[in-house]
Structure formats: structure tokens, C-alpha cells
């Protein structure tokens, strides 16, 4: 029997709180926070027609003649994924995770709203809510609040300059900033103002909560980073700066303080619109760190990493078509891409209907066949195994369920 | 000295032994913090006896006509040196659309350009908000600047808009901040702001196909392609009735029907600074029907017509008298004053000047448990600390920064219900944190402001009553460098 329909079966109200399966009760009873997601966010709308490339369909090289990825075994070509499909060859250190299984893709996803302004559709992607802009909160903060377990101040985490909209909202999270800064001790770490700042909190009715909580998370980040490296293979060796470095640095984070359970980090600079290259150059540039950094993080989660779902996806994809400037303009579906120990990996997920003229999306550019919320509700639903009352709470107005979309193993 | 100060600090701790916190009636020095905190952005040195001297009575009468309040020579001259706040809608979108063509170009170094001429932009925005906001004395006004702004938010990292916002501050808002409500709903809904923001500018009539004259693409990446609602949803949703003001999802349907072509042309703004347009020839023609009238075809003025009714409309008096009685004295406003307020503005036929008297003068704004009891936003936190600290501001960059770490970046609020003035939606466990951090940096000296350590004794003195005895006894208990912190960083100083 199906979960779903095991589910509906049952009376709406009490039922949905019973825990359904072994798993369910290990993940909520036992051990409520060892499921852990991990989204990255590619702002500026990444071309996800060369990341996993159709190059096997002959329109693709005739709508990209000068930046389209060759054919796996030339030179500069595409990594083959499926005889079909060809992965970046920027991205080759994701290829083990691909033949182990652990690295999916879904095509032609995205937001079902048309905007191709990346302000709005960043926004929809963030709110779970495409078309509505008034939404107050980010589906990952939403996610907080629903999640078994009692939650600690540092269990979500983003990685930036700012708190993301994807985590604004009532439940806590901590936002830290990029790069070696990013858990040092702050001014309440010495003695002398901690222990004038202490005094004047204890005890305020307004405020000694918040003031605690925020003593209490920034302890468990500085300790988390200063941990000592659980089972590492490698010791932790240094990386480059950038996404490589921040993600080894969420993986140590991730080991060492066990409450933690989400986390987002954006990583900007995918916007090509002129000279983006094909097999080199500034696409080239921009997906090698990102591929380091996820096989690292894969790498340093160690045996985590199978209780780990990574999502990453992007605001909208980019025209088919490559401009008169060697680069591509705002389009619509893109690829999604999913690591970790239950995905249903190795494998180019959705509803593919090629590149040719009649197939694409006014024209242009991809259409979107699988909506970007059926694939985090699935991920919600399979790996944070959550109930569909709580679902509903995430992803309000979500479309049917996309049939036969199975990206995280059941 | 030491002994002087020392003194100082004790006669502050008996003045809050003798004179519970929440006896009535308010001592005239309560009642000078209190609207020095509310109508301005906390005390500056000094301002606690002006106010006492001149009368809160008269210093809210002066707040609420400011023309006879000068700018210090000082704020004039640095405010006439910034370059964008100081030119046309049309100029600064010109030059932000100029960089962006080369860089599709690929003009040599156009990469570099663009990012100096969009930082430029952006900073000498903030700092025609921010300078004004810490040195103006016309401080009520800087007050209601915030306010209206997040009431008709924009942001700043959509597209144009960067280049937009000093224009719509200046022309579509300050202007009107105690004026007519209707003036400035009608100049924010023909800002192209706006009109980018929401998406109205694309709005068509089903069906519209762009002509041979296109709209230049670099401005309107949206091609217009049929109705878009998310303006005539916000407009009153957000805006004027509030989301129980009663209206269905046809209504929002309808209205922006009636408010198709409310455009603006990229190549008109840049060229001759024509910030709105009114295209017929994408405006739907039908007859409309919306909140229970019937909208016979009548062009732009069926979007007038739209805006007067919805400016005069009971729901969007107890909206902004909501809103009102929220900002300036508690997060759960007591409904009798929100009441008056909206009678206040009805009879007023939408006066704000009018509606914030009345919310001065009420006994709920004077009340002893509406004392200290906002919690303030990171805008006004900074803010209210670089006034008190009476230190000039010789660089707004570490301000900025500040903001954005404490999530209220300036300008950078995504939604279009703009920043919340609550405590719920600021008091969280990174923030005070964060706020101690900006406070110990600030009262030591190390801010790039280069600003000397602040004096403790004389903040002790600025901050007058608003830093309670209980919080005074500790700060006087520890060693002088650490003091200023102390105060800027207290439980005290995060209310207002």
C-alpha cells in the first residue's frame, strides 16, 4: 500500500500525528533532527541547458552553435550521463556521485508563474508561493515550524550576507556570513563586556529570552566549528575561498552540532547574457567551484551525507537560443539537481519533450513540465517525512502531484 | 571628573527610586522622551531640556508644521553635494540604462563602470535618507518618511528601480507626508517606481499586441503580454482598504482592468523626465464591475475615479488609522483610539496632518504603558544611536551595514507591505546580539566614522530618563570605557 492512499484512508485530525513506518518513528521520536536538507540557490538564473545538456538532440547544437557542450569524448565535451543527456564538463567531480547513485537531475522544472524578471521569480521561488508577493515568510522558515522535534536556535542556517528571504519569517535561524569571519567569537566572547551585557539582560521580562537564545546559538556554531573534525578522510585540507571553503565549513557545522538540520546558501553570478563559453569560460568559471564544493560537502558530511537531501535550483532557466553576444537571455523551465543518500539517483528526472521548435516554451525556451514545488514537497514528504496537513502548511495552493515523479527513493 | 560623573550617576539612580516607571500623570521629562522617541528618532544632545523649555505641546505643533525648522547649514551643504537625489527620475534612469547597454555591449571596462555608477546611485540615495533622518530637525517629517515608504514600498534591487527610488522618495512621498492621502496614493501610482515594482507598466488589455514601436527592452524586460493584477491587488490590499476591506478577487480583476495603460515610456523618462504615461491603445475598452458599481469605458479616468473612492473608502480610514496607532504607540492598538482615528480621517476627507493631531493629542498615546513600549527597528535603532551618540556622521557605509545584518536593509524590503514596525517581527536571538556588537563598536570609537569614543556622561545625559535605575546602577558599576556601550547596547535603548 501506497503511504498516500494509507494515509488518506485514515480519518483526517489524530491520525496524521500517528508515525507511519519504522523510519518515520526513528525520525521523529529517536532522533527527531537527523534528516537533513540543504538548498543552494543560484541567483541570476543559471543555464541549465549546459549544465545537463541534451546533447544527443540534433536542434541542440543547431540553437547553440557556438557555446553548445560537444559530444562526450571530444574535447571539451560533455561528461555522458545517459547517452542522452551530458553533464558540464566543469562538473566532473560530481561524476562519482552520479555513477553511485547519490546525484539526480530533474528537467524542464521550474516555477509555473511566467515572470522572467529574476527580482520576482527569485521572490516566488523563496515564498513557495509563485504569483503572490505578499507572502510574509520563506517556505524554508515554514518548514521550521513543522518540523518533529523540539527546535534549538541554530537548527536553520544560511550562509550569506543577509538573512534569505527563503528563511524569513517567525521560527529562528541563524544567518552567517561568508568565509573565515563566518563563526568567529563575537564582542559578548570577552569577559568584561559578556559579563556587563549578562548582568543587564538576566532577568529583563522583555528581553532575556532573545538575548539568551542568541548567546546559546552563537555557542553552538563556535563550538560546532571548533570541534575537532569527526572521522574526517582527508583532516579538513584547505580549500580555494569561495563556495568550496564555505561548504566544507557547513559540513564541519552539520557534524559537530547534531540539532542542526536546514540550511541555505545562495551563490550569485549566473547571469550570462554575453560570452558565457561553451566547455571554458564564464559558465565553465562559475560551475567548477560549485561543483568542488558539492562533492566536498558530500565528502566531509561523511556517513551523513546519506541522511542528507542537497536541493539546488535556480529562479528560471535561459533561452534555448544562444544571443547575437555568445551568451543566452532570461528563459523559463531549468534543471533542478538533487544529492544525497535517498535520491533516486543517477537518473534525469521529468517530463523531457526535447528541444525542437514545437517544443519549446513560446519559442524560446524550456517549458516548465514539473513544477519546483512537486520536487521539494517530495523531498519534504520522503526524506523529512512529513505529513500532508504539514505539507499543506509549506506549499499552500500546490498543483497535483506530477504522476510518476519519483525522485527521492520510498 | 571622575567623581562629578560619578555623581551624576547617582542622582540619575535616585530620580528612578522616587518616580515609579508607570505612575500617572507623566512628569514633564517623560513626557519629552516619550515624543522625542515617537515623533523623532530619540533625543540628540540637549534635546530633552528643549523640548521641556519649549513645551511638548508646542514642540508637536512645530513637528507637524516643520516649514519654520532650517536645516543646519552642515546637513544643507552635504545634501546639495550628492549627485542623484539632486537630479530627474529621467537623468538617473538614463544613466543606469547607459551602463547596462555597454555591459551587453561589451565595451571595455563596462563592467567596472556599471558597478561604479549603480554603487554611486545607491549610496547617495541612502545618504539622502540617512543624514536627513539623524540631523534633520524637522524630525517628524523624517519620522513619516519611513513610514510611508514601507506603506508604499518599493524595492530597490528590481531591475530600474535602483536607479528610481530617490525620485519616488522625493517626489512621490516626502511632498505629501502630511498632506492630502489621495495626492499621494495618485503620485506613488504614477511613479515609475511603482509602476515597475508591481508590474503595472505591463499591464494590458487581453489580447494587446505591442505595435511596430515597441517599448525599448532594456527598461521592460516584461513585454506587455495581457492583464497583470499584482498592482490593483496591492493597491488595495496593501494600500488603501486592507486585506478584510471587504473586496473579492473580481474586484481586483476589475480594477485592474480600469487601470490598464497607467504606463510609463523608458525612452519619454529618459529623454524628457515623462514619468507617466496613459496608453490608450492598451487600455481595455470594457465596462467594468467593481465593488458593486458599474465602470462605463472612460480611459484613465476610470483609474481616478478608482483611487478617489478607494482614498475616501471607511476601510482604508480604519486601515491607516490602524497602521497609524501601531507605528506611534503600541503593536495592539487600542481599537477606541483606531476608531477615532478613522472618524479623524473620514472628516478630514483624508488629512494626515489632521489624523496625527488627533493621535498626539489622545490620552492612549500619553498613556504611562505606552512608554517605551515599541520595540525599535533596526533603522531606528542605528538611527536613534548615532543621534544620541551626537557624533557626525562622516560615512554612512558602516550604518548601512549594520542595517543589512539586522535584515532591515535600507531600501531592501522584497515585499510590497514594506518593513514591520513590531516587536514580534524584530526582537529575535541574532538581533540584540548584533545590536550589542554595533553598540560596543559605536560607544568605543571603532566605527569608520571616525568619531572619537563617545562620552559616557554625556550620553548618560542625552538619553535623560528613557535608561531606567536598575540599568543605570549596573552601567555606573563598570569601568568607564565600557559605559557607552553599555547605554547604546541596554535593554532601555531598544525601546522607544
Not at chain 1, 564582542?187 to 542568541?214: C, S, W
Not at chain 2, 524628457?272 to 504615461?277: A, I, Y
Not at chain 2, 492598538?333 to 482615528?341: C, Q, T, Y
Request: proline residues 6%; hydrophobic residues 40%.
Amino acid at each position: 500500500m501506497q503511504r498516500r492512499s494509507f494515509l488518506n484512508s485514515l480519518a483526517v485530525g489524530a491520525s496524521l500525528i500517528v508515525p507511519v513506518g519504522r523510519n518515520a518513528w526513528a525520525a521523529t521520536v529517536d532522533n527527531p533532527t537527523r534528516k537533513k536538507l540543504i538548498v543552494i540557490m543560484l541567483r541570476g538564473a543559471v543555464d541549465g541547458l549546459n549544465v545537463v545538456a541534451p546533447v544527443a538532440d540534433q536542434n541542440y547544437l543547431r540553437l547553440r552553435p557556438t557555446i553548445g557542450l560537444g559530444m562526450p569524448g571530444t574535447e571539451g565535451g560533455a561528461i555522458d550521463l545517459d547517452g542522452y543527456f551530458g553533464l558540464h564538463p566543469a562538473l566532473s567531480m560530481l561524476q562519482p556521485l552520479w555513477q553511485q547513485k547519490k546525484l539526480a537531475f530533474v528537467h524542464a522544472s521550474g516555477s509555473p508563474d511566467p515572470s522572467r524578471s529574476h527580482f520576482d521569480a527569485q521572490d516566488y521561488m523563496e515564498s513557495g508561493t509563485p504569483g503572490r508577493k505578499n507572502t510574509p515568510d520563506g517556505w524554508m522558515n515554514r518548514l521550521v515550524t513543522v518540523l518533529p522535534g523540539a527546535s534549538t536556535p541554530s537548527r536553520a542556517l544560511s550562509i550569506g550576507p543577509v538573512m534569505p528571504r527563503i528563511l524569513a519569517g517567525t521560527a529562528a535561524a541563524v544567518n552567517l556570513p561568508t568565509g573565515k569571519s563566518g563563526a568567529k567569537a563575537n564582542v559578548l566572547d570577552r569577559p568584561a563586556i559578556g559579563k556587563a551585557f549578562d548582568q543587564m539582560y538576566a532577568g529583563h521580562e522583555g528581553f532575556q529570552a532573545a538575548y539568551m537564545d542568541g548567546k546559546n546559538a552563537h555557542k553552538e556554531i563556535l563550538d560546532a566549528s571548533m570541534g575537532s573534525e569527526k572521522q574526517m578522510a582527508d583532516g579538513g585540507a584547505p580549500l580555494p575561498n569561495g563556495f568550496p571553503d564555505d561548504a566544507a565549513h557547513l559540513a564541519k557545522l552539520m557534524r559537530n552540532n547534531p540539532r542542526m538540520q536546514l540550511a541555505f546558501v545562495a551563490l550569485g553570478g549566473w547571469d550570462t547574457h554575453a560570452n558565457q563559453g561553451a566547455g571554458k569560460g564564464q559558465l565553465a568559471n562559475r560551475l567548477a567551484p560549485l561543483g568542488q564544493g558539492l562533492a566536498v560537502l558530500a565528502e566531509r558530511l561523511g556517513p551523513m551525507f546519506n541522511d542528507t537531501t542537497i536541493v539546488v535550483m535556480s529562479e528560471f532557466g535561459r533561452t534555448a537560443r544562444e544571443n547575437g553576444n555568445g551568451g543566452t537571455d532570461h528563459g523559463h523551465g531549468n534543471v533542478m539537481w538533487l544529492l544525497g543518500g535517498g535520491v533516486a539517483g543517477g537518473k534525469v528526472h521529468g517530463d523531457w519533450r526535447g528541444v525542437g521548435d514545437a517544443a519549446l516554451n513560446e519559442g524560446r525556451d524550456l517549458p516548465v513540465t514539473t513544477d519546483f514545488r512537486s520536487v521539494l514537497a517530495q523531498v519534504c514528504e520522503r526524506h523529512l517525512l512529513l505529513s500532508d496537513q504539514n505539507l499543506s502548511r509549506i506549499f499552500q495552493d500546490m498543483p497535483a502531484r506530477a504522476a510518476g515523479l519519483n525522485v527521492m527513493r520510498t | 571628573m571622575y567623581r562629578l560623573r560619578n555623581s551624576i550617576f547617582t542622582i540619575g539612580v535616585l530620580l528612578f527610586a522616587i518616580v515609579p516607571a508607570h505612575a500617572a500623570p507623566l512628569s514633564m521629562e517623560q513626557q519629552a522622551v516619550h515624543v522625542l522617541n515617537r515623533l523623532a528618532n530619540g533625543p540628540k544632545p540637549g534635546d530633552i531640556d528643549r523640548v521641556v523649555k519649549m513645551g511638548v505641546q508646542r514642540y508637536i505643533d512645530t513637528q507637524l508644521n516643520p516649514q519654520s525648522l532650517l536645516y543646519p547649514p552642515a546637513l544643507t551643504e552635504r545634501l546639495a553635494a550628492l549627485d542623484s537625489p539632486n537630479r530627474s527620475a529621467g537623468e538617473v534612469a538614463g544613466k543606469f540604462i547607459e551602463a547596462r547597454k555597454d555591459v551587453r555591449e561589451q565595451e571595455e571596462g563596462a563592467t567596472q563602470r556599471r558597478r561604479e555608477v549603480l554603487g554611486a546611485i545607491t549610496r547617495d540615495t541612502a545618504d539622502a535618507r540617512l543624514l536627513r533622518a539623524i540631523d534633520s530637525p524637522r524630525q517628524l517629517e523624517e519620522v513619516m518618511v519611513d513610514f510611508w515608504f514601507n506603506h508604499f514600498n518599493v524595492h530597490s534591487s528590481k531591475g530600474i528601480d535602483r536607479a528610481l527610488i530617490a525620485s519616488y522618495e522625493r517626489d512621490a512621498i516626502r511632498p505629501y507626508v502630511f498632506g492630502s492621502f489621495r495626492d499621494m496614493l495618485g503620485a506613488t501610482a504614477k511613479h515609475p517606481a511603482m509602476l515597475y515594482y508591481l508590474d503595472n507598466q505591463a499591464s494590458t488589455a487581453p489580447g494587446f499586441v505591442p505595435g511596430k514601436k515597441r517599448m525599448q527592452a532594456d527598461a521592460a524586460p516584461v513585454q506587455p503580454k495581457g492583464l497583470n493584477e499584482n498592482y490593483a491587488r496591492e493597491l488595495m490590499e496593501l494600500h488603501t482598504l486592507g486585506v478584510d476591506g471587504g473586496y473579492t478577487q473580481k474586484d481586483v480583476t476589475e480594477l485592474a482592468r480600469m487601470l490598464t495603460g497607467w504606463t510609463y515610456n523608458p525612452r519619454a523618462l529618459v529623454l524628457r523626465n515623462q514619468t507617466f504615461v496613459f496608453a490608450d491603445e492598451r487600455h481595455d475598452h470594457g465596462v467594468k464591475q467593481w465593488l458593486g458599481r458599474t465602470v462605463p469605458d472612460q480611459g484613465q479616468a476610470e483609474g481616478e475615479m478608482a483611487l478617489d473612492v478607494l482614498a475616501q473608502h471607511p476601510a482604508t480610514a480604519r486601515h491607516l488609522g490602524f497602521k497609524l496607532a501601531q507605528y506611534f504607540v503600541q503593536d495592539q492598538p487600542p481599537p477606541a483610539l483606531v476608531d477615532r482615528l478613522a472618524r479623524s480621517y473620514l472628516d478630514s476627507k483624508g488629512d494626515i496632518r489632521t489624523v496625527l493631531r488627533t493621535l498626539f493629542a489622545s490620552a492612549e498615546f500619553m498613556a504611562p504603558e505606552a512608554i517605551g513600549a515599541k520595540f525599535k527597528t533596526p533603522y531606528q535603532y542605528v538611527v536613534s544611536a548615532m543621534r544620541a551618540s551626537g557624533a557626525p556622521v562622516s560615512n554612512t557605509g558602516p550604518l548601512l551595514n549594520t542595517m543589512s545584518q539586522l535584515g532591515m536593509p535600507l531600501y531592501g524590503c522584497q515585499t510590497p507591505d514594506g518593513y514591520k514596525n513590531t516587536k514580534a517581527a524584530w526582537l529575535n536571538p541574532d538581533a540584540l546580539t548584533r545590536r550589542i556588537t554595533f553598540a560596543t563598536a559605536l560607544g568605543s570609537g571603532k566605527l569608520p566614522l571616525a568619531s572619537p569614543a563617545i562620552d559616557a556622561g554625556q550620553l548618560q545625559a542625552t538619553l535623560g530618563g528613557s535608561i531606567s535605575g536598575r540599568t543605570l546602577t549596573m552601567v555606573a558599576a563598570n569601568p568607564e570605557p565600557l559605559r557607552a556601550a553599555m547605554l547604546l547596547g541596554s535593554p532601555d535603548f531598544m525601546q522607544r
